[in-house]
């Protein structure tokens, strides 16, 4: 069960990276889709609260 937790989070941290990379490359082009941009934005806040969800180990978000 470890294992597939610890699958699950790598996967999360490289998606997260990937839509990172993504979303600089886009902000640096003059002719970047805002539409385009925002989605990935969308997509990117998604996949990194299910990493925090994932990281607390509790299934529920962080609480500062």
Known sequence: MIDLQKEKYM????LVEDLEDELESLEK???ADEAEV??????LNKYRDELQRVSNGCGYP???
């Open 11 to 14: 996967n999360l941290i490289g």
């Open 29 to 31: 082009q003059d002719s």
């Open 38 to 43: 925002e989605k990935i934005k969308a997509e």
């Open 62 to 64: 962080h609480h500062h």
